[in-house]
């Protein structure tokens, strides 16, 4: 018997644990897997906001997410003596057609409005190209957009450390090769695969693709499934360069420059596809773009292909919160891209609704029964 149980060991799933941990609750984490083995495992690791005009509650909660991290990330390493590759090396976005720079110079004054907080500011730079070929040139014969907020991580990196800061916790739990079959949530019981029954309190399901079956099987009637999968292929090269480097982004392209001399290249959003963990055509097309991009990748030897499923609800927006239909039940799931973003965050939000504190506003849009409401 434990206080929270969490099933699935990825990102979403370790920071629910660290925040329940810190809470002191007693909680155990089953990963079917082993911990990172699905999406959060992958290169990328861009840390990037939205744009910063038409504000709302949505950004606003990405915006304190996205700074807030930068010392969550500090207390980590602190503790555990490891490193998550994090900086704030900002991103750049070349402006390929004029009307785009009258645009993005627009949105100038909307991040001197919008991204700050009491102790810090962030910028939204328009400025020329420069010759130093990060991008080319060519590919931004209007300029480039500078902003100084985005950051990035390593993935990888950071599900170690948030494993080992939850090793320190004696009340927690983790457990690899443990399959979740089925759930009765009336009671709060969880069956594996093997065999066994566990007892819980509380439930959250933070099993990234795996968690919309459950979701789906515990919620009824529903007129379309609450998520499913979205391929991405990604590919990690060895280049000599800056690791400062802020990210590149154009249409849908991520350069992004790590630590040891390492970049990762992505990533590709693929609804249909036949083989979910195997790379083809559509990452050397995705390698190309970004040579074309960063000439200084030309030639750098591409260490790891990688392909995973990402989650994305049918709502298109996190699915974070007690399920409307079960008490015991909390979801934490449907991140897609901005879940190493924004992990921390809504894993706080759900542990602190589990412990009877005063939950941070979480988006309308964002909540487990928001989704549920529009799927019946």
């Known amino acids: 018997m434990c206080e929270v149980l969490i099933v699935g060991g990825g990102v979403m799933g370790l920071w629910a644990a660290v925040m ?5 609750l007693t909680t155990r984490l089953l990963e079917r897997r082993l911990i990172g083995s699905g999406a959060s495992g992958g290169l990328l690791g861009a840390l990037m906001p939205h744009m910063p005009d038409r504000w709302n509650d949505k950004k606003q909660f990405q915006f304190d997410a996205l700074v807030s991290l ?3 990330i500090a207390a980590l390493e602190t503790a555990t003596g490891l490193s998550a590759g994090y900086r704030r090396c900002g991103r750049v976005m070349p402006l390929g057609k004029p009307h785009l720079r009258e645009i993005a110079l627009g949105r100038e004054q909307d991040a001197a409005q919008n991204w700050h907080t ?3 500011r962030f910028h939204w730079h328009v400025r020329d190209a420069d010759a130093g070929g990060w991008p080319a040139a060519d ?3 209007f300029g480039v957009v500078h902003d100084t907020l985005a950051a990035r991580l390593a993935p990888r990196s950071l599900l170690e450390m948030l494993r080992a800061a939850l090793e320190q916790f004696p009340h927690v739990r983790l457990e690899e090769g443990a399959e979740v079959v089925s759930l009765d949530p009336a009671r709060g019981r969880i069956s594996l695969a093997d065999g066994r029954d566990l007892t819980c309190d509380r439930l959250i399901l933070a099993a990234g693709v795996e968690s919309f079956s459950f979701i789906d099987g ?5 007129r379309a499934p609450s998520g499913g999968a979205v391929k991405g292929q990604a590919a990690l090269l060895r280049a000599d360069i800056d690791p400062a480097l802020p990210i590149i982004f154009a249409d849908g392209l991520y350069v992004v420059p790590h630590e040891s001399g390492q ?3 992505g990533s590709t959003s693929e609804n249909r596809f036949e083989e979910p963990y195997s790379t083809d055509g559509q990452l050397d097309a995705l390698l190309a773009r970004a040579t074309a991009l960063a000439p200084a990748l030309r030639g750098a030897p591409v260490v790891e292909r990688w392909a995973g499923l990402r989650p994305r609800s049918t709502g298109r ?3 974070v919160g007690r399920h409307p239909d079960h008490e015991r ?3 934490l799931t449907g991140g897609f891209k901005v879940s190493f973003g924004l992990a921390h965050a809504l894993a706080r939000s759900a542990v602190d609704e589990i412990a009877g504190r005063t939950a941070s506003a979480l988006p309308q849009t964002f909540q487990c029964a928001h989704h549920i409401a529009a799927l019946r």
């Open 263 to 265: 970049v990762a290249v």
């Open 139 to 141: 590919a931004a014969p």
């Open 329 to 331: 039940v909390f979801v």
């Open 317 to 319: 927006e996190p699915m």
């Open 20 to 24: 329940a941990a810190r809470a002191g």
């Open 118 to 120: 009491p102790a810090r």
């Open 70 to 72: 930068e010392g969550e």
């Open 218 to 222: 515990l919620t009824e009637p529903l």
